[in-house]
């Protein structure tokens, strides 16, 4: 059973950055493309970021853009979200997930993992 956990949320003002890590206890995560995630309050969950078992693939929200980076730690347990420009709309709970080994590539679509973390609170306001 993977394990996922995130770290990294704060109180951050507009303009401002943040780097969220999605760390797995019990097993690398070599063999998963990786999914980042958030839910605002009243809102479905939505898929922002993926990256590829290899790396080599990314894949990225219109709305974040530009503004996030995601990268895989050379620890090979360890996937990073990079938030720059915080927006008060990316205010949110932040989840990382781990892809469906039956797939490949990366997936924006909740069903399509197995694997969850806990959550990782985003608040962007003055």
């Known amino acids: 059973q993977l394990q996922l956990v995130e770290s990294g949320g704060a109180l951050v003002q507009p303009g401002g950055s943040l780097r969220l890590s999605c760390t797995a206890t019990?097993?690398?995560?070599?063999?998963?493309?990786i999914g980042w995630f958030r839910q605002a309050p009243g809102k479905e969950r939505e898929g922002i970021s993926c990256?590829?078992?290899?790396?080599?693939?990314?894949n990225f929200a219109d709305s974040v853009k530009g503004r996030f980076t995601i990268s895989r730690g050379d620890a090979k347990n360890t996937v990073s979200l990079q938030m720059n420009n915080l927006k008060p709309e990316d205010t949110a709970v932040y989840y990382c997930a781990a892809l469906s080994p039956r797939l490949s590539g990366c997936s924006e679509y909740v069903g399509d993992y197995d694997y969850w973390g806990q959550g990782t609170q985003v608040t962007v306001s003055n």
């Open positions: 990256i590829s078992k290899s790396g080599s693939s990314t």
């Open positions: 019990t097993s690398t995560l070599d063999f998963y493309a």
